[in-house]
C-alpha cells in the first residue's frame, strides 16, 4: 500500500485548513451525513441563487481524507450551477466505484482527482465519498 | 509454558504478510485467530462424526450428539458452572445477552424498576436493556468511571439500590482494558435483591474465569474471541433462573410435546436451544478450551500482563500520545486505547496498515463511553497469547511516523 | 453433470466406515455432509483473511468484510433476492424464523387476527406462531392435508380469509416430502391481505429457488442442509418489510448512534445482524451455492428424483411397509417416511444402523402432523445429491430383514 | 454392532406381550414417563399395602426396548417392598452408567441383566432406562 498516494500534500493542506470550514450566515440548504461506524460527521451548507451556488461551506470533524474531500468538493462546486455540480458528483462516485475512468470525464473533477487511489482502498472508500453523498442529500431539497 | 515460538507456530494465520510485510495483529479485542488444534477439530468433524445431533439414532448422530455435549462439559468445567444443564450454546456473546434480556428481562422486569448499566458497555450489552427498559417501563441508570477509569465504590452505592433489579456489567472494558471489581459488586447487587448479567466476552481469554466464585446470575461470552470458531458463544445461567425463565427461540430441539395449540418445553439446556445447533463451532470451542489449559490461564495472564506493562511505558514514549485507561497492568488487561493528537484514529489506522499492523479504529461498539470520555473514536491495540514485545516496538515505530504522515512535521 | 463418482469422492465423510461397513447416509434431511469445497473455504478463510468484518481499518478487516458481503451477494444471486440487502444472515433457519415472529409477528399482528399454518410444518415454523398467537390474542388455524397428503385448494380457500394476517408454511414437508404449491397459495394469500412466511429449509437444495417468482414476504433456511457449514442461516425479507420492522437482536453492528437512553438502527441489512457475524459460516455457504451451482440445480432435482421414484417402487416392495407420503415422485422431494408394522421406528433404525445406515426414527420435529397422521413416529430415509440406487437396495435389503430381528418371523 | 445382543428372545418375548401390560383395578400410585424425542410413552401403577408392592402393571406403547425393559422389571419389582425396588432399580441405572458392575450385585437383576449391552448404545439407554426412573418418581408418591 502506498501512503503518499493517499496522502499527498495536497489531500493533507485541505484536511488540515480549510477555507470552506465555516458557518454560512444565510443558506438555501443544509443537509447533515456521517459514518457512524468511524466517527465521521459533516455538515454542508448551501446558498443557491437562481440555481447557482454562490456559497459553499461545511463543519464537523473527521479523518483526514472526508475533510479533505469535503474541501476539495467545495471548491470544485462553489460559482456552479446545482445541475453542474450533481454531473460533478455522480462523477466523483463513479470514479470511486471504479465505473468511470474516462480521463476526461476524470479532469473535471480537477483537485479532487486525487481521490482515485481510494477506490483501492475499501476501509476508507466511505470516508471520500461521505461529502458527496451529502451533497446530493441537500440538493434534493432545492 | 510453551515456548512463544511453539505458540506462534500453531497459529497458521500469524504466518502470513500483508502488502509484503509480517502481519502483526493488535486487533484480538475484536477477534482472535485461530490454533491449529481449533481448526483440525472443526475439520475432524466435519469429515468423522457430521450429523444432526439429539436426533439420530444412527452412529454419527451419536457420534454428533456425543462430541456436542462433550463441548458443553468442558465449556462447564472451564467457567466452574455447577452443572452443564446451565451452559446453553448460541452464536455470541450478543445473542447471549439477547437471551437474557428477552426471556428474564422482558418477563421479570417490572415498570419503575430499575436496570444498572456500566457507563462503558459495549452496544451488546446496553442496546438489549434500552428495549427491556423502554419496554416495561423501568429506568436505566449508569455507573460512572472515575478520572482513573476505574469504577468507584460510593458510585456503586449510589447507583445500586434497593430498586434495581439487574445490573449488567462487562468483567472487562473492551475500550479501557479496566477489570471490574465484580466480586464485590455482585455481592452488593445481590444483597439489594438485584441479580448480575455479567459480559465476559473480554475477559474470558485472559483471566481465569470462575462463575461460582462470582456468584454470577448470567455470564455471557463468545467462541471467536477466545481462538476459537465464529458462530458461537454460551450463556451461563444459574439453574434457578434458567428454570424460571420463559423459552426465547423455539422450533426444533427446545420442546417437549408439541400440540397444534399448545406446547410444552425441554428440559435444561435444552428450552433455551432451538433449531440446529452449530456442532462444529462447539467441537472447535471445546479445542480452544483444551489448547488455553495447556498453557494454563495463569501462564497467560502473567505473559500478556507482560506485554501490556511493555505496550503502556513505550506508547507513553510516542509524542503527542494519549491513553485512555490505567497507565498500569494491574487491574486491568490486554487492550489499550489511545488517541494521537491532530490525527483521527481511522488515518491512524491506515498509515500503521501499510506497515502490516493491525489496530482498531472508532468507536469499538462503545458510543456511550466515548460520549462519556470525549473522544469520537480512538485508537485501539488488544494482545493475545501470541503477541510479543518487537511487535509492540514495530507498532510504537510505526505510531511515531504517524503524525508526519499526516503532516504535522515529526 | 459431474458424474456420481466424481461428485462423491468431494465428500470426506462419505468414505467412511461404521461398524466395519461402507457407511450409507440416509438422513440427509437432518443435516448434509459437506464437500471439501467448502472445508476448504473455511480453513482458507481462517488461515488467511480472518477478523472481524465491518469493524477494521486494517487489511485482514477489509478482506473478511469483502468475503461475507460476497458470500451474501451470492446468496441474493442464488435464491434471486432484488438486492442483497434483502438478505440476512442468522445462525439457522430456527433463528431467521424466530426473527419474523420475534420482529415482523409481535408488531404487526393484532387481536383477533389469523396465522394460518400447514399441519406438516416443522416445530421451527411452528412454536414461534404459538408464541405471536398467545401474546398478541391472534387466532392460530390449520391447513390440512388430504388423504393423498397433498394440500387441496379447497382447503386453501377455506382457512386463508380475510381474517389471515400471516401464512407460514414449508415449500416441502421435512416428513411427508411434499411439495405445496406456494405459488398459488401466496398469491391467494396475498389477495387476502396476509403475508406469507415460507420455510425452505428442506426445499432449497432441492429446487431451483426464486423468492421473487414465488412473491414471498419471508423465506427462511439452513446452511448445514444445503451443504455448507452448521451455524449459519439466511432470512430473506422484503424490502418494504423489513424497513417496517423493529430490529430484533440488539449490540454490536446492528446500531447507528446509541445514546445512554436511546439508539437508532443501521440500515439493511445489519439493521438485523447484532454481533460478530459467522463469517466462515457465511463463506462456507457461498461454496456450498458454488458447488451446487456447478452441477446446477437442474440436474441435481432430475437425478433425486430418480432416486427418490426408485426408492418408492422399492420400499413398496418390502412386506408391512406404509409410506407417509405420495407414492409417485411427482410434486415431491427426497425424504420418504414410513412405517413397517409391529416394528417401532426406533428399533428399526437401529437395526439398519447395524448395517452401516443412517435413517432418522422420531416425530420429526413435526408432532402434529404425527398425530394428524396417527403414528406416534416414523422412520425416513432422504437423499442427497450424493446417493445411489444400490445404497438404496442396501436399505431395502436391511429393512426387509427387520421384522425378523424383532421377531415377527420374516 | 451386535444386534443379537441387543435384540435376545428374552427381550423380544417381553416387547411383544407382556402379561404385565394392563390396567389396576385399583392402585396406590401411578406415574407417567416419556421420551418425547422418540415417542416412548409409558404409565407404570403400583398397589402398594404395608410397604410392598402387592401388584404392578404398565400402559402405553414405545420400542422393544423400553416395553421390555418396564415388563422385566415389572416382574422382578412385583412381591418386593418399596425399598427393595428402589435398590433394584439404582443397581439398574448404575449398571446402564457403567458405575456398578459387580457381578453379585447384577445379578440381582436377575432377566434385566439382558440390558448390561445397551450401556455401550447411547442412543439407547433413555429407552432402557425410561421404566425405571418413572418407577422411581411414582414411588416417591408412597
Ligand atoms: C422444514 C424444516 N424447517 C425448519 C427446520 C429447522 O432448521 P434448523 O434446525 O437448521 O434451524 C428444518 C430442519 O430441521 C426443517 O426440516
Ligand atoms: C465487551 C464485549 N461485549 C460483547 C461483545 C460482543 O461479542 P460478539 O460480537 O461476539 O457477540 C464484545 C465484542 O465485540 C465485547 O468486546
Known amino acids: 500500500m502506498d501512503l503518499s498516494a493517499l496522502y499527498t500534500e495536497l489531500i493533507l493542506e485541505h484536511s488540515q485548513k480549510s477555507e470552506h470550514k465555516r458557518q454560512l450566515k444565510t443558506s438555501t440548504c443544509s443537509e447533515r451525513g456521517h459514518n457512524p461506524s468511524c466517527g465521521d460527521d459533516i455538515t454542508i451548507e448551501l446558498l443557491v441563487e437562481d440555481g447557482k451556488i454562490v456559497d459553499a461551506a461545511f463543519t464537523g470533524s473527521g479523518c483526514a481524507i472526508s475533510q479533505a474531500s469535503t474541501s476539495m468538493m467545495i471548491d470544485l462546486i462553489k460559482g456552479r450551477s446545482a445541475e453542474e455540480a450533481q454531473t460533478l458528483a455522480n462523477i466523483f462516485l463513479g470514479m470511486i466505484k471504479r465505473e468511470i475512468s474516462s480521463e476526461a470525464e476524470l479532469e473535471l473533477l480537477e483537485e479532487a482527482i486525487a481521490f482515485q487511489n481510494v477506490s483501492n482502498m475499501p476501509a476508507r472508500v466511505k470516508c471520500a465519498v461521505l461529502a458527496w453523498h451529502t451533497l446530493t442529500e441537500a440538493m434534493k431539497e432545492l | ?410
Not at chain 2, 469504577?151 to 462487562?170: C, Y
Open chain 2, 1 to 410: 509454558m510453551l515456548s512463544l515460538d511453539a505458540i506462534r507456530a500453531q497459529f497458521p494465520a500469524l504466518t502470513q504478510k500483508v502488502y509484503g510485510k509480517p502481519l502483526i495483529y493488535l486487533d484480538n479485542a475484536a477477534t482472535t485467530q485461530t490454533p491449529i488444534d481449533v481448526l483440525v477439530a472443526c475439520r475432524e468433524y466435519k469429515e468423522k462424526s457430521n450429523a444432526n445431533p439429539h436426533r439420530g439414532a444412527h452412529y454419527l448422530g451419536v457420534q454428533a450428539t456425543t462430541l456436542y455435549e462433550n463441548a458443553r462439559n468442558k465449556v462447564a468445567k472451564f467457567i466452574n458452572a455447577a452443572s452443564s444443564q446451565e451452559v446453553i450454546f448460541t452464536k455470541n456473546a450478543t445473542e447471549a445477552l439477547n437471551l437474557v434480556a428477552y426471556s428474564y428481562g422482558m418477563s421479570k422486569i417490572s415498570q419503575d424498576e430499575e436496570i444498572v448499566l456500566c457507563i462503558s458497555e459495549h452496544h451488546s450489552n446496553l442496546v438489549p436493556w434500552q428495549m427491556v427498559a423502554k419496554a416495561k417501563g423501568a429506568k436505566l441508570r449508569y455507573l460512572y468511571l472515575a478520572d482513573d477509569y476505574t469504577l468507584s465504590w460510593s458510585e456503586v452505592e449510589k447507583v445500586i439500590t434497593e430498586k434495581t433489579a439487574l445490573v449488567a456489567i462487562a468483567q472487562m472494558s473492551n475500550v479501557l482494558g479496566t477489570v471490574y471489581p465484580l466480586k464485590d459488586v455482585i455481592s452488593y447487587a445481590h444483597e439489594k435483591g438485584a441479580v448480575v448479567v455479567v459480559d465476559g466476552a473480554q475477559s474470558v481469554p485472559h483471566l481465569q474465569t470462575d462463575v461460582q466464585a462470582l456468584d454470577a446470575d448470567f455470564f455471557a461470552f463468545s467462541g471467536h474471541k477466545m481462538y476459537g470458531p465464529m458462530g458461537i458463544g454460551v450463556l451461563y445461567g444459574k439453574r434457578e433462573h434458567l428454570e424460571a425463565m420463559p423459552p426465547f427461540l423455539r422450533g426444533g430441539e427446545m420442546v417437549e410435546y408439541v400440540e397444534e395449540q399448545v406446547t410444552t418445553f425441554n428440559e435444561l439446556p435444552y428450552k433455551f436451544e432451538a433449531g440446529t445447533p452449530n456442532v462444529e463451532g462447539a467441537v472447535g470451542l471445546a479445542a480452544a478450551i483444551d489448547f488455553l489449559e495447556k498453557i494454563s490461564l495463569e501462564d497467560v495472564k502473567a505473559y500478556e500482563d507482560g506485554l501490556t506493562s511493555y505496550a503502556l511505558g513505550k506508547l507513553q514514549e510516542v509524542p503527542y500520545l494519549k491513553i485512555y485507561g490505567a497507565l498500569d497492568a494491574k487491574g486491568r488487561g490486554p487492550v489499550i486505547s489511545f488517541s494521537l493528537e491532530g490525527c483521527h484514529p481511522h488515518d491512524v489506522a491506515t498509515i500503521v496498515d501499510s506497515d502490516g499492523i493491525a489496530l482498531r479504529a472508532g468507536h469499538h461498539c462503545a458510543q456511550p463511553l466515548m460520549r462519556y470520555l470525549g473522544a469520537p473514536a480512538t485508537s485501539r491495540i488488544s494482545f493475545a497469547l501470541y503477541n510479543t514485545k518487537d511487535e509492540i516496538d514495530a507498532c510504537v515505530a510505526s505510531l511515531k511516523g504517524v503524525r508526519r504522515w499526516l503532516g504535522h512535521g515529526s
